[in-house]
Protein backbone atom coordinates (compact mmCIF):
# COMPACT_ATOMS: atom_id res chain seq x y z
CA UNK A 1 0.00 0.00 0.00
CA UNK A 2 1.62 3.03 -1.26
CA UNK A 3 0.07 5.51 0.98
CA UNK A 4 0.46 5.31 5.30
CA UNK A 5 -2.99 4.54 6.97
CA UNK A 6 -2.93 8.21 8.44
CA UNK A 7 -3.21 9.49 4.77
CA UNK A 8 -5.96 7.55 4.08
CA UNK A 9 -7.65 8.53 6.79
CA UNK A 10 -7.56 11.68 6.18
CA UNK A 11 -8.43 11.31 2.78
CA UNK A 12 -11.33 9.75 3.98
CA UNK A 13 -12.56 12.65 6.24
CA UNK A 14 -11.99 15.32 3.02
CA UNK A 15 -13.71 12.96 1.15
CA UNK A 16 -17.17 12.16 4.02
CA UNK A 17 -17.45 16.23 4.46
CA UNK A 18 -17.23 16.69 0.73
CA UNK A 19 -20.19 14.33 0.57
CA UNK A 20 -22.01 16.16 3.14
CA UNK A 21 -21.25 19.88 1.24
CA UNK A 22 -22.77 18.21 -1.45
CA UNK A 23 -25.59 17.10 0.13
CA UNK A 24 -26.53 20.12 1.87
CA UNK A 25 -26.16 22.13 -1.38
CA UNK A 26 -28.87 19.80 -2.97
CA UNK A 27 -31.00 19.86 -0.26
CA UNK A 28 -31.26 24.01 -0.14
CA UNK A 29 -31.47 23.73 -3.72
CA UNK A 30 -34.51 21.76 -3.67
CA UNK A 31 -36.08 24.65 -1.13
CA UNK A 32 -35.70 27.50 -3.62
CA UNK A 33 -39.12 29.06 -4.84
CA UNK A 34 -40.50 28.70 -8.08
CA UNK A 35 -40.86 32.05 -9.98
CA UNK A 36 -43.88 33.70 -8.44
CA UNK A 37 -47.22 33.15 -9.57
CA UNK A 38 -49.27 34.71 -11.86
CA UNK A 39 -52.52 34.43 -9.20
CA UNK A 40 -54.00 37.35 -8.23
CA UNK A 41 -52.71 39.86 -10.90
CA UNK A 42 -54.88 41.36 -13.97
CA UNK A 43 -52.90 40.23 -17.42
CA UNK A 44 -53.62 39.48 -20.92
CA UNK A 45 -53.51 35.63 -21.21
CA UNK A 46 -50.32 35.81 -23.53
CA UNK A 47 -48.72 37.28 -20.66
CA UNK A 48 -49.61 34.78 -18.69
CA UNK A 49 -48.91 32.02 -21.07
CA UNK A 50 -45.21 33.76 -21.64
CA UNK A 51 -45.02 33.49 -17.07
CA UNK A 52 -46.00 29.81 -17.13
CA UNK A 53 -43.01 28.71 -20.52
CA UNK A 54 -40.76 30.51 -18.17
CA UNK A 55 -41.98 28.91 -15.03
CA UNK A 56 -41.80 25.22 -16.63
CA UNK A 57 -38.05 26.26 -18.13
CA UNK A 58 -37.02 27.27 -15.00
CA UNK A 59 -38.33 23.81 -13.59
CA UNK A 60 -36.61 21.85 -16.13
CA UNK A 61 -33.39 23.50 -15.39
CA UNK A 62 -33.74 23.22 -11.51
CA UNK A 63 -34.42 19.25 -12.45
CA UNK A 64 -31.08 19.51 -14.42
CA UNK A 65 -28.74 20.64 -12.00
CA UNK A 66 -30.52 18.20 -9.51
CA UNK A 67 -29.48 15.11 -11.31
CA UNK A 68 -25.68 16.73 -11.94
CA UNK A 69 -25.48 17.56 -8.27
CA UNK A 70 -26.77 13.44 -7.98
CA UNK A 71 -24.44 12.25 -9.99
CA UNK A 72 -21.83 14.36 -8.21
CA UNK A 73 -22.43 13.03 -5.08
CA UNK A 74 -22.44 9.47 -6.12
CA UNK A 75 -19.24 10.04 -7.54
CA UNK A 76 -18.17 11.24 -4.47
CA UNK A 77 -19.62 8.27 -2.29
CA UNK A 78 -18.08 5.52 -5.03
CA UNK A 79 -14.39 7.66 -3.95
CA UNK A 80 -14.89 7.46 -0.50
CA UNK A 81 -16.34 3.70 -0.47
CA UNK A 82 -12.97 3.08 -2.55
CA UNK A 83 -10.21 4.58 -0.06
CA UNK A 84 -12.77 2.55 2.24
CA UNK A 85 -11.91 -0.83 0.71
CA UNK A 86 -8.26 0.28 0.21
CA UNK A 87 -7.75 0.91 3.84
CA UNK A 88 -9.55 -2.60 4.30
CA UNK A 89 -12.49 -2.94 6.30
CA UNK A 90 -14.33 -0.62 7.62
CA UNK A 91 -11.66 2.35 8.35
CA UNK A 92 -12.22 2.45 12.35
CA UNK A 93 -9.22 5.08 13.37
CA UNK A 94 -5.94 3.47 14.59
CA UNK A 95 -6.02 4.64 18.05
CA UNK A 96 -9.71 2.78 18.36
CA UNK A 97 -10.10 0.86 20.96
CA UNK A 98 -11.26 -2.64 20.53
CA UNK A 99 -12.23 -4.77 23.82
CA UNK A 100 -12.01 -8.87 23.12
CA UNK A 101 -15.45 -10.44 24.63
CA UNK A 102 -18.03 -12.86 23.57
CA UNK A 103 -21.66 -11.35 21.85
CA UNK A 104 -24.25 -10.95 24.70
CA UNK A 105 -25.85 -14.17 25.75
CA UNK A 106 -22.93 -16.03 24.49
CA UNK A 107 -19.82 -18.04 25.98
CA UNK A 108 -16.62 -19.68 25.66
CA UNK A 109 -16.30 -23.23 26.46
CA UNK A 110 -12.82 -24.72 27.91
CA UNK A 111 -11.67 -28.32 27.58
CA UNK A 112 -13.10 -28.92 30.83
CA UNK A 113 -16.39 -27.73 30.55
CA UNK A 114 -16.32 -29.27 26.86
CA UNK A 115 -16.10 -32.74 28.37
CA UNK A 116 -19.11 -32.29 30.56
CA UNK A 117 -21.12 -31.00 28.10
CA UNK A 118 -19.95 -33.79 25.35
CA UNK A 119 -20.52 -36.68 28.32
CA UNK A 120 -24.07 -34.90 28.45
CA UNK A 121 -24.77 -34.71 24.93
CA UNK A 122 -23.47 -38.56 24.44
CA UNK A 123 -25.81 -39.80 27.49
CA UNK A 124 -29.07 -38.30 25.68
CA UNK A 125 -28.14 -39.87 22.41
CA UNK A 126 -27.84 -43.13 24.10
CA UNK A 127 -31.56 -42.58 25.26
CA UNK A 128 -32.89 -41.15 21.86
CA UNK A 129 -31.32 -43.87 20.22
CA UNK A 130 -32.47 -46.44 22.96
CA UNK A 131 -36.20 -45.60 21.67
CA UNK A 132 -35.41 -46.03 17.81
CA UNK A 133 -34.21 -42.14 17.03
CA UNK A 134 -32.17 -41.76 13.98
CA UNK A 135 -30.93 -38.08 13.10
CA UNK A 136 -31.04 -35.55 11.00
CA UNK A 137 -29.49 -32.02 10.29
CA UNK A 138 -30.83 -28.22 9.04
CA UNK A 139 -29.76 -25.00 8.19
CA UNK A 140 -28.51 -22.84 11.06
CA UNK A 141 -31.09 -20.05 9.50
CA UNK A 142 -34.04 -20.72 7.42
CA UNK A 143 -36.28 -18.11 4.70
CA UNK A 144 -37.81 -15.67 7.48
CA UNK A 145 -41.47 -16.98 5.97
CA UNK A 146 -40.90 -20.09 7.25
CA UNK A 147 -40.55 -18.93 10.88
CA UNK A 148 -43.25 -16.31 11.04
CA UNK A 149 -45.91 -16.53 12.38
CA UNK A 150 -45.24 -19.39 14.37
CA UNK A 151 -44.17 -18.27 17.81
CA UNK A 152 -46.92 -16.25 18.78
CA UNK A 153 -45.47 -13.18 21.25
CA UNK A 154 -42.05 -14.73 21.14
CA UNK A 155 -41.64 -13.67 17.02
CA UNK A 156 -39.91 -10.35 18.04
CA UNK A 157 -36.81 -12.77 19.74
CA UNK A 158 -36.28 -14.39 16.23
CA UNK A 159 -32.97 -12.89 14.62
CA UNK A 160 -33.25 -11.37 11.14
CA UNK A 161 -30.22 -11.31 8.66
CA UNK A 162 -29.93 -8.64 6.18
CA UNK A 163 -30.75 -9.69 2.55
CA UNK A 164 -28.63 -11.82 1.21
CA UNK A 165 -28.71 -12.48 -2.48
CA UNK A 166 -32.53 -11.73 -2.81
CA UNK A 167 -33.19 -13.84 0.22
CA UNK A 168 -34.71 -13.16 3.28
CA UNK A 169 -33.64 -15.02 6.44
CA UNK A 170 -33.59 -15.48 9.86
CA UNK A 171 -31.88 -17.68 12.26
CA UNK A 172 -33.38 -20.58 13.69
CA UNK A 173 -35.15 -19.99 16.79
CA UNK A 174 -35.76 -23.54 17.86
CA UNK A 175 -35.54 -27.09 15.73
CA UNK A 176 -39.75 -27.88 15.74
CA UNK A 177 -40.43 -25.60 13.04
CA UNK A 178 -37.26 -26.53 10.47
CA UNK A 179 -38.31 -30.19 11.30
CA UNK A 180 -41.85 -29.36 10.51
CA UNK A 181 -40.24 -27.91 6.68
CA UNK A 182 -37.87 -30.95 6.40
CA UNK A 183 -41.07 -33.06 6.77
CA UNK A 184 -43.45 -31.00 4.10
CA UNK A 185 -40.50 -30.65 1.70
CA UNK A 186 -39.43 -34.07 1.37
CA UNK A 187 -43.05 -35.33 1.70
CA UNK A 188 -42.00 -37.58 4.66
CA UNK A 189 -45.16 -38.71 6.72
CA UNK A 190 -43.34 -40.63 9.25
CA UNK A 191 -40.41 -40.49 10.86
CA UNK A 192 -39.03 -40.82 14.39
CA UNK A 193 -36.29 -38.73 14.33
CA UNK A 194 -33.82 -36.49 16.90
CA UNK A 195 -31.60 -33.26 16.37
CA UNK A 196 -29.11 -32.26 18.56
CA UNK A 197 -27.84 -28.36 17.34
CA UNK A 198 -27.81 -24.92 18.58
CA UNK A 199 -30.91 -22.41 18.14
CA UNK A 200 -30.63 -18.36 18.45
CA UNK A 201 -32.77 -16.23 20.49
CA UNK A 202 -32.73 -12.25 21.01
CA UNK A 203 -34.04 -12.77 24.23
CA UNK A 204 -32.45 -11.51 27.97
CA UNK A 205 -29.91 -13.59 28.87
CA UNK A 206 -29.47 -14.71 32.36
CA UNK A 207 -26.15 -16.77 32.25
CA UNK A 208 -25.99 -17.69 35.63
CA UNK A 209 -28.85 -19.47 34.96
CA UNK A 210 -27.91 -21.58 31.57
CA UNK A 211 -30.22 -18.79 29.76
CA UNK A 212 -28.58 -17.75 26.30
CA UNK A 213 -28.88 -16.08 22.95
CA UNK A 214 -27.30 -18.70 21.72
CA UNK A 215 -27.67 -22.28 23.11
CA UNK A 216 -27.84 -26.29 22.31
CA UNK A 217 -31.26 -28.03 22.06
CA UNK A 218 -31.74 -31.69 22.00
CA UNK A 219 -34.77 -32.26 20.26
CA UNK A 220 -37.14 -35.99 19.73
CA UNK A 221 -39.93 -36.12 18.04
CA UNK A 222 -42.40 -38.68 16.35
CA UNK A 223 -44.16 -37.92 13.38
CA UNK A 224 -46.84 -40.36 12.17
CA UNK A 225 -50.51 -40.51 12.22
CA UNK A 226 -50.75 -43.09 15.32
CA UNK A 227 -53.64 -44.28 18.58
CA UNK A 228 -53.94 -41.34 20.97
CA UNK A 229 -51.21 -40.96 23.72
CA UNK A 230 -49.07 -43.73 22.90
CA UNK A 231 -46.52 -41.72 21.28
CA UNK A 232 -47.17 -38.63 23.97
CA UNK A 233 -46.38 -41.07 26.71
CA UNK A 234 -43.17 -41.94 25.27
CA UNK A 235 -42.36 -38.66 25.29
CA UNK A 236 -42.63 -37.83 28.59
CA UNK A 237 -40.98 -41.35 29.59
CA UNK A 238 -37.97 -40.19 27.13
CA UNK A 239 -37.79 -37.18 29.89
CA UNK A 240 -37.81 -38.96 32.61
CA UNK A 241 -34.91 -41.03 31.31
CA UNK A 242 -32.24 -38.51 30.04
CA UNK A 243 -33.08 -36.98 33.71
CA UNK A 244 -32.69 -39.97 35.54
CA UNK A 245 -29.69 -41.10 33.79
CA UNK A 246 -27.89 -37.25 34.20
CA UNK A 247 -28.67 -37.71 37.59
CA UNK A 248 -28.98 -33.67 38.51
CA UNK A 249 -31.55 -34.28 41.27
CA UNK A 250 -35.12 -34.67 42.00
CA UNK A 251 -37.71 -33.04 39.26
CA UNK A 252 -41.27 -33.03 38.33
CA UNK A 253 -42.85 -33.21 34.54
CA UNK A 254 -45.76 -31.58 34.28
CA UNK A 255 -49.02 -32.22 32.08
CA UNK A 256 -51.17 -30.13 30.67
CA UNK A 257 -53.50 -30.55 27.49
CA UNK A 258 -54.17 -27.21 24.97
CA UNK A 259 -57.52 -28.18 23.95
CA UNK A 260 -58.27 -28.21 28.15
CA UNK A 261 -56.74 -24.99 28.38
CA UNK A 262 -58.78 -23.39 25.36
CA UNK A 263 -62.15 -25.41 27.13
CA UNK A 264 -61.62 -23.68 30.53
CA UNK A 265 -60.91 -20.15 28.91
CA UNK A 266 -64.19 -20.44 26.97
CA UNK A 267 -66.26 -21.91 30.16
CA UNK A 268 -64.77 -19.06 31.78
CA UNK A 269 -65.99 -16.07 29.25
CA UNK A 270 -62.20 -15.41 27.36
CA UNK A 271 -63.07 -14.11 23.96
CA UNK A 272 -61.98 -16.96 21.19
CA UNK A 273 -59.97 -14.55 19.50
CA UNK A 274 -58.58 -13.65 22.95
CA UNK A 275 -57.38 -17.31 23.63
CA UNK A 276 -54.09 -17.59 22.96
CA UNK A 277 -52.76 -13.89 24.35
CA UNK A 278 -54.51 -15.44 28.18
CA UNK A 279 -52.41 -18.77 27.03
CA UNK A 280 -48.99 -16.48 27.20
CA UNK A 281 -49.85 -14.69 30.33
CA UNK A 282 -51.00 -18.34 31.91
CA UNK A 283 -47.20 -19.78 30.52
CA UNK A 284 -45.98 -16.95 33.14
CA UNK A 285 -46.87 -18.32 36.09
CA UNK A 286 -43.89 -20.54 36.51
CA UNK A 287 -41.87 -17.63 36.76
CA UNK A 288 -44.44 -14.69 38.27
CA UNK A 289 -46.84 -14.66 40.98
CA UNK A 290 -50.61 -15.14 40.22
CA UNK A 291 -51.34 -11.38 40.81
CA UNK A 292 -48.77 -9.81 38.40
CA UNK A 293 -50.28 -12.49 35.93
CA UNK A 294 -53.61 -11.55 36.45
CA UNK A 295 -52.99 -8.00 36.16
CA UNK A 296 -51.75 -8.81 32.94
CA UNK A 297 -54.45 -10.40 31.78
CA UNK A 298 -56.52 -7.31 33.02
CA UNK A 299 -54.44 -4.29 31.99
CA UNK A 300 -52.37 -5.01 28.97
CA UNK A 301 -54.70 -8.15 27.12
CA UNK A 302 -57.93 -6.25 28.37
CA UNK A 303 -59.75 -9.45 30.19
CA UNK A 304 -62.56 -8.31 32.51
CA UNK A 305 -61.39 -8.98 35.79
CA UNK A 306 -64.17 -11.43 36.91
CA UNK A 307 -62.83 -13.97 34.12
CA UNK A 308 -59.29 -13.71 35.26
CA UNK A 309 -60.56 -14.63 38.81
CA UNK A 310 -62.26 -17.38 37.27
CA UNK A 311 -59.17 -18.65 35.25
CA UNK A 312 -57.18 -18.07 38.59
CA UNK A 313 -59.29 -20.72 40.21
CA UNK A 314 -58.36 -23.51 37.60
CA UNK A 315 -54.77 -22.67 37.31
CA UNK A 316 -53.68 -23.17 40.38
CA UNK A 317 -55.20 -26.64 40.32
CA UNK A 318 -52.13 -29.71 39.99
CA UNK A 319 -52.58 -32.98 40.97
CA UNK A 320 -52.72 -36.47 39.39
CA UNK A 321 -55.65 -38.85 38.12
CA UNK A 322 -58.12 -37.67 40.93
CA UNK A 323 -57.65 -34.07 39.48
CA UNK A 324 -59.04 -35.37 36.38
CA UNK A 325 -62.13 -37.32 38.00
CA UNK A 326 -62.57 -33.98 39.87
CA UNK A 327 -62.83 -31.82 36.75
CA UNK A 328 -64.86 -34.46 34.00
CA UNK A 329 -67.29 -33.46 37.34
CA UNK A 330 -66.99 -29.65 37.12
CA UNK A 331 -70.63 -28.72 35.79
CA UNK A 332 -68.76 -25.58 33.92
CA UNK A 333 -66.10 -27.62 31.93
CA UNK A 334 -68.43 -30.58 31.30
CA UNK A 335 -70.84 -28.34 28.72
CA UNK A 336 -67.58 -27.62 26.73
CA UNK A 337 -66.84 -30.17 24.21
CA UNK A 338 -62.86 -28.88 24.09
CA UNK A 339 -62.37 -29.06 27.78
CA UNK A 340 -64.10 -32.55 27.54
CA UNK A 341 -62.33 -33.65 25.44
CA UNK A 342 -58.79 -32.68 26.67
CA UNK A 343 -59.21 -34.21 29.92
CA UNK A 344 -60.47 -37.94 28.66
CA UNK A 345 -56.57 -36.91 26.84
CA UNK A 346 -55.40 -36.57 30.38
CA UNK A 347 -56.64 -39.18 32.10
CA UNK A 348 -55.23 -41.67 29.22
CA UNK A 349 -52.18 -39.75 29.49
CA UNK A 350 -51.79 -40.66 33.39
CA UNK A 351 -52.72 -44.02 32.49
CA UNK A 352 -50.16 -44.93 30.31
CA UNK A 353 -47.39 -42.57 32.20
CA UNK A 354 -48.63 -45.03 35.36
CA UNK A 355 -47.60 -48.07 32.99
CA UNK A 356 -44.49 -46.40 32.47
CA UNK A 357 -43.58 -46.26 36.16
CA UNK A 358 -43.83 -42.33 35.99
CA UNK A 359 -46.53 -41.89 38.86
CA UNK A 360 -44.09 -39.91 40.78
CA UNK A 361 -42.43 -37.89 38.43
CA UNK A 362 -45.18 -36.31 36.51
CA UNK A 363 -47.96 -33.76 37.89
CA UNK A 364 -51.35 -32.94 36.05
CA UNK A 365 -50.41 -28.82 36.22
CA UNK A 366 -53.03 -26.43 34.42
CA UNK A 367 -50.72 -23.27 35.26
CA UNK A 368 -48.99 -25.31 32.35
CA UNK A 369 -49.89 -23.40 29.14
CA UNK A 370 -46.39 -23.16 26.69
CA UNK A 371 -46.91 -20.07 24.70
CA UNK A 372 -46.04 -21.44 21.40
CA UNK A 373 -48.80 -21.26 18.89
CA UNK A 374 -48.36 -24.23 16.70
CA UNK A 375 -49.25 -26.77 19.95
CA UNK A 376 -52.48 -28.41 19.65
CA UNK A 377 -52.74 -31.26 21.87
CA UNK A 378 -50.78 -32.40 25.27
CA UNK A 379 -47.87 -29.93 26.27
CA UNK A 380 -45.60 -30.97 29.21
CA UNK A 381 -42.50 -29.69 31.20
CA UNK A 382 -39.55 -31.44 33.01
CA UNK A 383 -38.83 -28.86 35.92
CA UNK A 384 -36.03 -29.44 38.48
CA UNK A 385 -37.09 -29.45 41.96
CA UNK A 386 -35.07 -26.28 44.43
CA UNK A 387 -33.07 -28.29 47.36
CA UNK A 388 -33.55 -25.51 49.87
CA UNK A 389 -30.66 -25.46 52.58
CA UNK A 390 -28.71 -27.75 50.78
CA UNK A 391 -25.05 -26.89 51.62
CA UNK A 392 -22.80 -27.27 48.31
CA UNK A 393 -26.26 -28.71 46.35
CA UNK A 394 -25.41 -27.68 42.52
CA UNK A 395 -29.00 -25.57 43.07
CA UNK A 396 -27.58 -23.48 45.79
CA UNK A 397 -24.74 -22.95 43.57
CA UNK A 398 -26.97 -21.74 40.26
CA UNK A 399 -28.61 -19.46 42.69
CA UNK A 400 -25.71 -17.25 43.60
CA UNK A 401 -26.00 -15.41 40.72
CA UNK A 402 -28.06 -12.13 40.29
CA UNK A 403 -31.31 -14.16 39.34
CA UNK A 404 -34.06 -15.26 41.46
CA UNK A 405 -35.66 -18.77 41.36
CA UNK A 406 -38.25 -19.80 39.97
CA UNK A 407 -42.05 -20.09 41.59
CA UNK A 408 -43.33 -22.88 43.33
CA UNK A 409 -39.84 -24.21 44.91
CA UNK A 410 -38.23 -25.23 41.38
CA UNK A 411 -34.69 -24.52 39.36
CA UNK A 412 -36.63 -23.83 36.05
CA UNK A 413 -37.37 -26.02 33.11
CA UNK A 414 -35.27 -28.23 31.69
CA UNK A 415 -37.60 -30.12 29.03
CA UNK A 416 -40.58 -29.62 27.13
CA UNK A 417 -42.85 -30.38 24.62
CA UNK A 418 -45.87 -30.94 23.42
CA UNK A 419 -48.16 -32.28 20.64
CA UNK A 420 -48.17 -30.23 17.33
CA UNK A 421 -50.42 -31.78 14.48
CA UNK A 422 -51.24 -28.87 12.53
CA UNK A 423 -47.97 -27.65 11.91
CA UNK A 424 -46.34 -29.65 8.88
CA UNK A 425 -49.49 -28.96 7.01
CA UNK A 426 -48.96 -24.94 7.24
CA UNK A 427 -45.79 -25.91 4.91
CA UNK A 428 -47.48 -28.19 2.25
CA UNK A 429 -49.36 -26.82 -0.83
CA UNK A 430 -51.82 -28.90 -0.52
CA UNK A 431 -52.65 -28.74 3.47
CA UNK A 432 -51.92 -32.15 4.08
CA UNK A 433 -51.16 -32.56 7.77
CA UNK A 434 -48.76 -35.11 9.85
CA UNK A 435 -49.75 -35.03 13.10
CA UNK A 436 -46.37 -34.94 15.43
CA UNK A 437 -45.11 -34.84 19.68
CA UNK A 438 -42.06 -34.20 20.68
CA UNK A 439 -39.73 -33.21 23.14
CA UNK A 440 -36.91 -30.63 23.46
CA UNK A 441 -34.11 -30.85 26.44
CA UNK A 442 -32.93 -27.53 27.82
CA UNK A 443 -29.27 -29.12 27.68
CA UNK A 444 -27.57 -25.59 28.56
CA UNK A 445 -29.53 -25.50 32.23
CA UNK A 446 -28.59 -28.92 32.34
CA UNK A 447 -24.98 -27.79 31.86
CA UNK A 448 -25.16 -24.70 34.38
CA UNK A 449 -26.21 -27.33 36.86
CA UNK A 450 -23.28 -29.96 36.54
CA UNK A 451 -21.11 -27.51 36.11
CA UNK A 452 -21.66 -25.40 39.66
CA UNK A 453 -22.33 -29.32 40.76
CA UNK A 454 -18.62 -30.35 39.85
CA UNK A 455 -17.05 -26.68 40.63
CA UNK A 456 -18.09 -27.24 44.40
CA UNK A 457 -16.85 -30.94 44.40
CA UNK A 458 -13.43 -29.36 43.35
CA UNK A 459 -13.31 -32.79 41.27
CA UNK A 460 -11.08 -32.13 38.04
CA UNK A 461 -12.73 -33.70 35.07
CA UNK A 462 -10.43 -35.61 32.03
CA UNK A 463 -10.17 -33.50 29.22
CA UNK A 464 -8.23 -36.11 26.94
CA UNK A 465 -8.69 -39.72 26.05
CA UNK A 466 -4.87 -40.34 25.68
CA UNK A 467 -4.45 -43.89 27.40
CA UNK A 468 -0.72 -44.15 26.97
CA UNK A 469 2.32 -41.66 26.69
CA UNK A 470 5.48 -42.21 25.36
CA UNK A 471 8.53 -40.91 27.63
CA UNK A 472 12.58 -40.99 26.62
CA UNK A 473 14.79 -41.47 29.67
CA UNK A 474 17.73 -39.27 28.21
CA UNK A 475 18.76 -37.64 25.50
CA UNK A 476 19.07 -38.71 21.59
CA UNK A 477 15.68 -40.75 21.78
CA UNK A 478 13.29 -38.97 19.80
CA UNK A 479 13.61 -40.83 16.80
CA UNK A 480 12.79 -44.22 18.90
CA UNK A 481 9.93 -42.22 20.50
CA UNK A 482 8.25 -41.68 16.88
CA UNK A 483 8.40 -45.47 15.88
CA UNK A 484 7.19 -46.48 19.45
CA UNK A 485 3.82 -43.69 18.52
CA UNK A 486 3.40 -45.63 14.83
CA UNK A 487 3.11 -48.84 16.31
CA UNK A 488 0.79 -47.86 19.09
CA UNK A 489 -1.23 -45.51 16.64
CA UNK A 490 -1.66 -48.48 14.03
CA UNK A 491 -2.84 -50.70 16.59
CA UNK A 492 -5.61 -48.64 17.60
CA UNK A 493 -4.04 -47.21 20.88
CA UNK A 494 -4.32 -43.50 22.04
CA UNK A 495 -0.84 -42.25 22.59
CA UNK A 496 1.19 -38.56 22.84
CA UNK A 497 4.98 -37.60 23.60
CA UNK A 498 6.65 -34.68 24.12
CA UNK A 499 7.13 -32.47 21.03
CA UNK A 500 10.49 -31.85 22.51
CA UNK A 501 13.31 -33.29 21.40
CA UNK A 502 15.53 -33.94 24.22
CA UNK A 503 12.52 -33.56 27.30
CA UNK A 504 13.17 -34.22 31.01
CA UNK A 505 12.07 -37.75 32.52
CA UNK A 506 10.05 -35.54 35.47
CA UNK A 507 8.65 -33.09 33.21
CA UNK A 508 7.20 -36.00 31.51
CA UNK A 509 5.70 -38.21 34.14
CA UNK A 510 4.16 -35.23 35.75
CA UNK A 511 2.58 -34.23 32.38
CA UNK A 512 1.00 -37.58 32.92
CA UNK A 513 -0.35 -37.58 36.49
CA UNK A 514 -1.27 -34.07 35.77
CA UNK A 515 -3.66 -34.75 32.35
CA UNK A 516 -4.45 -38.17 34.33
CA UNK A 517 -3.19 -40.83 31.46
CA UNK A 518 -2.87 -44.21 33.27
CA UNK A 519 0.02 -45.57 31.21
CA UNK A 520 3.77 -44.38 30.29
CA UNK A 521 6.48 -46.01 28.33
CA UNK A 522 9.85 -45.25 29.19
CA UNK A 523 12.52 -45.60 26.37
CA UNK A 524 16.15 -46.36 27.18
CA UNK A 525 19.25 -47.06 25.13
CA UNK A 526 19.75 -50.16 27.78
CA UNK A 527 16.37 -51.47 27.44
CA UNK A 528 16.07 -50.98 23.96
CA UNK A 529 18.75 -52.97 22.88
CA UNK A 530 17.16 -55.80 24.49
CA UNK A 531 13.96 -55.28 22.53
CA UNK A 532 12.11 -54.02 25.82
CA UNK A 533 10.47 -50.96 26.78
CA UNK A 534 9.60 -50.26 30.72
CA UNK A 535 5.72 -49.78 30.80
CA UNK A 536 4.46 -47.85 34.01
CA UNK A 537 1.22 -47.62 35.69
CA UNK A 538 1.66 -43.65 36.50
CA UNK A 539 -1.36 -44.11 39.72
CA UNK A 540 0.77 -46.89 41.46
CA UNK A 541 4.12 -45.33 39.74
CA UNK A 542 5.00 -49.53 39.46
CA UNK A 543 7.15 -50.16 36.57
CA UNK A 544 7.82 -54.01 34.16
CA UNK A 545 9.48 -54.79 31.54
CA UNK A 546 7.67 -55.46 28.30
CA UNK A 547 8.64 -56.62 24.64
CA UNK A 548 8.46 -53.77 21.80
CA UNK A 549 5.80 -56.95 19.88
CA UNK A 550 3.90 -57.48 23.18
CA UNK A 551 3.07 -54.29 23.61
CA UNK A 552 0.05 -53.09 22.33
CA UNK A 553 -1.61 -56.13 23.84
CA UNK A 554 -0.03 -55.74 27.40
CA UNK A 555 -1.10 -52.04 27.27
CA UNK A 556 -4.96 -53.46 26.29
CA UNK A 557 -4.81 -56.27 29.07
CA UNK A 558 -4.07 -53.33 31.48
CA UNK A 559 -6.58 -50.66 30.59
CA UNK A 560 -8.84 -53.53 30.89
CA UNK A 561 -8.03 -54.20 34.12
Not at 533 to 545: A, D, G
Amino acid sequence: MSDTREQILEQIKEQGELVRQLKASKESKEKLPLAPSSEGRAMSTSVGQQLKAQQQQQLQEQQQQQQQQMHKIDEEVSRLLALKAKLGGDAAPANQKFTLKTPKGTRDYAPQQMTLRQGVLDKIVQVFKRHGGEAIDTPVFELKEVLTGKYGEDSKLIYDLKDQGGEILSMRYDLTVPLARYLAMNKISSIKRYHIAKVYRRDNPAMTRGRYREFYQCDFDIAGTYDPMLADAECVKIVAEVLDTLDIGDYVIKLNHRQLLDGMFEACGVPPNNFRAICSAVDKLDKSPWAEVRKEMVEEKGLDGATADRIGEYVRLSGGAELVEQLLADPKLKAVPNAVKGLEGMQLLLKYCSLFGLEQSVSFDLSLARGLDYYTGVIYEGVLKAEPGATGSPVKALQNGDQAPEQGGTVGSVAGGGRYDNLVGMFDPRGKAVPCVGVSIGVERIFSVLEAKFAASKVKLRTNDVEVYVASAHKGLHEQRLRVLNQLWDAGIKAEHSYKLNPKLLVQLQHCEEHQIPLAIVLGDAELAQGIVKLREVRTRQESNVTLAELPAEIRRRLQE
